[in-house]
């Protein structure tokens, strides 16, 4: 897999070093179920974002049919991010390296779950609210008929908050 982001690099003829692929979300997790986006960041240290390394790696995934949520940020961007939106904040504390420099992807996880727990009052808040709000939307998993089984109330989101919250 490391040779992923390697050979991504060499065919947009740059240095691939500085590079990670980390897979964020439920892809993160290892929780894809049928239909999911693979969510994933590609993680640099450079000055200048490296695009065109992006497009050899997002273009095929494209050109395969898949659903892909993608960004390109260095760890003070992500974090930065995450600061201010709980579904950025709440995908990092999954994040898993899949490919490049494993540094990279280990310290955006040690700063995004210590930003986590820094700031937990205001996280805590803000997801007692999401899950309140998905609750109105999307009723009771237990007593409808056809229920929203990841975000109806009781189901997959409140599992995933709670792992949040237990952060």
Same mark, same amino acid.
């Given at each position: 897999?490391?040779?992923?982001?390697?050979?991504?690099?060499?065919?947009?003829?740059?240095?691939?070093? !500085?590079?990670?692929?980390?897979?964020?979300?439920?892809?993160?997790?290892?929780?894809?179920?049928?239909?999911?986006?693979?969510?994933?960041?590609?993680?640099?240290?450079?000055?200048?974002?490296?695009?065109?390394?992006?497009?050899?790696?997002?273009?095929?995934?494209?050109?395969?049919?898949?659903?892909?949520?993608?960004?390109?940020?260095?760890?003070?961007?992500?974090?930065?991010?995450?600061?201010?939106?709980?579904?950025?904040?709440?995908?990092?504390?999954?994040?898993?390296?899949?490919?490049?420099?494993?540094?990279?992807?280990?310290?955006?996880?040690?700063?995004?779950?210590?930003?986590?727990?820094?700031?937990?009052?205001?996280?805590? !808040?803000?997801?007692?609210?999401?899950?309140?709000?998905?609750?109105?939307?999307? !009723?009771?998993?237990?007593?409808?008929?056809?229920?929203?089984?990841?975000?109806?109330?009781?189901?997959?989101?409140?599992?995933?908050?709670?792992?949040?919250?237990?952060?």
């Amino acid at each position: 897999a490391d040779r992923l982001v390697d050979a991504a690099a060499r065919a947009a003829g740059v240095d691939g070093s !500085g590079l990670a692929l980390v897979a964020v979300g439920g892809y993160g997790r290892g929780d894809l179920a049928p239909a999911s986006d693979l969510d994933l960041l590609l993680l640099h240290d450079h000055k200048a974002p490296p695009g065109a390394v992006a497009e050899k790696l997002w273009y095929p995934i494209w050109d395969e049919g898949m659903k892909l949520g993608h960004s390109v940020r260095t760890t003070a961007e992500a974090l930065e991010l995450a600061a201010t939106d709980l579904d950025t904040a709440t995908s990092l504390l999954s994040s898993r390296h899949l490919a490049g420099d494993v540094s990279l992807t280990e310290e955006l996880t040690t700063m995004a779950v210590a930003q986590w727990r820094k700031r937990s009052k205001r996280y805590l !808040g803000l997801l007692r609210s999401s899950v309140a709000a998905r609750r109105d939307q999307f !009723g009771e998993v237990a007593f409808l008929l056809e229920p929203d089984l990841k975000e109806g109330h009781g189901g997959l989101r409140d599992v995933h908050a709670l792992r949040w919250a237990e952060a």
